[in-house]
């Protein structure tokens, strides 16, 4: 007779169990290690066994099923935590350090290893597993819940030191990744070991189990993250509410169910490790808008005139104010200088409204910047932007400083603004309908904007050119990134088009205007603007409209000077880049 009481040591053979594994009764049939009990057997030890109910091997404050369930519970939440902390660093990676998909490629291999190396070094806890999955969850929860402030404090007091300290929060995000690889790892090893002495029961069938909880648990998580955690509390606010999550849930779950499977000191220690973990969290989460404050001016300087979280970005205004120039930044990059957009945006639209411009489309321009040149031309009848931030829109008719610098161009009567995605609209957009096409896009080595500087885009913008249009696009810097700037210019001539590529010099800024975020004596400084300007039916001169009106920072010589300097740029042979195979940044 079974002792219901009595608790088998880890590992150790179960009293069912023969020296060569189960037991066979008469007719053959193997009696798995959770084999039913026979009716009037042990009560387990969550409570009287019911007939057929299996023996239990860890005593427990509730039924064995209820005790399955909520282990099984307990799964499903900490897989959406460790989801959201995956997601989280990747969208910090992209975030701080540039939108590339060999950064993002590097975090996600770097956890997946380190899963891999967590799941084998849990196997020497197995015989504390309820104290090691309580230390684990513990030690997860401060590191991922803590990950995103503590990458975004070394970006933003660290960024600019240079030296060695150039690439200190790369090597911090590839930490917190195996860090949190290493924990996460170490999880499912020590849930199965927890189940199984609730209820032995076959391997594959605690695998099914475990495997089901923990995919629907990453389920939740990987939707719970951008469309709630991320909009609703930032990235700062919702890795600590998540790792608050995680140090609840893991210690109640052990301190609740498995209490009696630790010692005295060993539950004291626990609670302490939880408790001040949480108290770390909570006063994280007080402070955190102080703290994104500080780091804010550590990167931008004191003058942050506005900050705010669209639905696509974060959008932030810099001076503006007593005869400082306006800076804007999107998501962390320059994107328009107070003190240069003008060179920028006469240089963008100018030499393309050569010809007939009665119907003109910008794709992007949601600063309102590139329309405001756009109506200098008199013979400007209607201009729709398509841009993607309605929020941005918004804040450029709005806000004193921007709407000022635009000359409150998205209120004239003859622009329409339209909220979409411009590969999306492009794809319905009307047959022939534009005498002019402005691309004002991000720069093309940003992942996210490589489709908008595919082949298959420009031949849906040439498909939205009237016969004898033209198309300016922005190709990025020449002199730091040559590559991207002459593949713009191939891929366009691969859409069927005919191009002149010029660039003109911009200032020198304390941020780069590229795909890099950060300032400039640690990301490569964009220091000039490289333009290709394209027709179906010739070959287009870039030059001035001779009745339109006249440019301050552009002439007819310096544009002719311009494509001479481009020209001595180029990179030949370059193939061209497809939504199928994207050949920016390589």
């Not at 629907?216 to 700062?236: D, E, K, M, N, S």
């Not at 810099?318 to 328009?336: A, K, S």
Request: hydrophobic letters at 45%.
């Amino acid at each position: 007779m079974i002792d219901p009481q009595a608790s088998a040591p880890p590992g150790s053979p179960q009293p069912w169990d023969g020296p060569d594994g189960p037991r066979r009764d008469d007719a053959g049939d193997a009696a798995s290690a959770g084999g039913p009990a026979s009716a009037g057997g042990p009560a387990s030890a969550g409570g009287p066994a019911s007939a057929g109910g299996p023996a239990s091997a860890v005593p427990l404050p509730v039924r064995q099923g209820t005790g399955r369930w909520l282990v099984l519970a307990g799964v499903f939440v900490c897989a959406a935590c460790g989801l959201v902390y995956e997601l989280e660093l990747v969208a910090l990676a992209a975030y701080l350090m540039g939108d590339s998909v060999a950064q993002t490629s590097v975090v996600l291999s770097v956890m997946v290893f380190a899963m891999g190396i967590g799941s084998l070094a849990a196997k020497r806890l197995r015989r504390h597993a309820a104290a090691g999955f309580g230390a684990v969850e513990a030690a997860l929860a401060l590191v991922g819940g803590c990950s995103a402030m503590a990458l975004y404090a070394v970006f933003a007091w660290t960024g600019d030191w240079g030296g060695v300290w150039a690439g200190g929060p790369r090597c911090l995000l590839v930490a917190f990744s195996l860090a949190t690889g290493l924990l996460i790892g170490a999880e499912v090893p020590l849930l199965m070991e927890l189940i199984q002495r609730i209820r032995r029961q076959d391997a594959g069938g605690a695998v099914a189990d475990l495997s089901a909880a923990d995919y629907v648990g990453a389920l939740v998580g990987g939707l719970a993250f951008p469309f709630l955690l991320l909009p609703l509390l930032g990235q700062l606010t919702g890795a600590l509410i998540t790792g608050a999550v995680n140090a609840v849930v893991g210690g109640a779950l052990v301190l609740g169910l498995f209490r009696r499977d630790l010692t005295p000191r060993a539950r004291r220690l626990l609670l302490t490790a939880n408790v001040c973990v949480l108290a770390l969290l909570a006063s994280a989460a007080v402070l955190v808008d102080d703290f994104e404050r500080a780091a804010r001016q550590a990167l931008y300087g004191p003058d942050v005139q506005v900050a705010v979280h669209t639905d696509v970005q974060e959008v932030l205004l810099t001076g503006g104010r007593d005869g400082r120039p306006l800076n804007l930044f999107l998501d962390g990059r320059l994107r328009v200088d107070g003190r240069d957009e003008l060179r920028y945006h006469e240089a963008l639209v100018h030499p393309a409204m050569t010809g007939r411009h009665a119907r003109v489309l910008v794709l992007g321009g949601g600063d309102g910047l590139a329309v405001r040149e756009v109506l200098r031309h008199p013979g400007v009848r209607r201009a729709d932007v398509v841009a993607l931030d309605a929020g941005l829109v918004r804040l450029a008719r709005t806000d004193p400083a921007l709407s000022r610098l635009n000359a409150h161009s998205l209120d004239d009567p003859r622009v329409r603004v339209i909220t979409a995605d411009a590969f999306d609209w492009l794809r319905t957009a009307p047959t022939a309908a534009y005498d002019v096409v402005v691309a004002d896009l991000p720069h093309p080595g940003i992942t996210a904007s490589t489709k908008l500087y595919a082949q298959e885009f420009y031949g849906l913008a040439r498909r939205a050119l009237a016969p004898g249009g033209r198309l300016v696009v922005h190709g990025g810097a020449v002199r730091s990134r040559p590559r991207d700037f002459w593949t713009v210019d191939a891929t366009l001539r691969a859409a069927g088009l005919r191009t002149t590529a010029y660039r003109v010099r911009g200032r020198q800024t304390g941020f780069a205007h590229g795909p890099d975020r950060g300032p400039a004596d640690t990301a490569a400084a964009h220091r000039d603007w490289g333009f290709v300007l394209a027709a179906d039916r010739h070959t287009p001169r870039p030059r001035l409209d001779p009745a339109g009106p006249r440019p301050r920072t552009l002439t007819d010589a310096a544009l002719a000077a311009d494509v001479r300097a481009a020209e001595r740029t180029r990179v030949p042979g370059l193939p061209p880049s497809t939504l199928v195979h994207p050949r920016y940044g390589d």
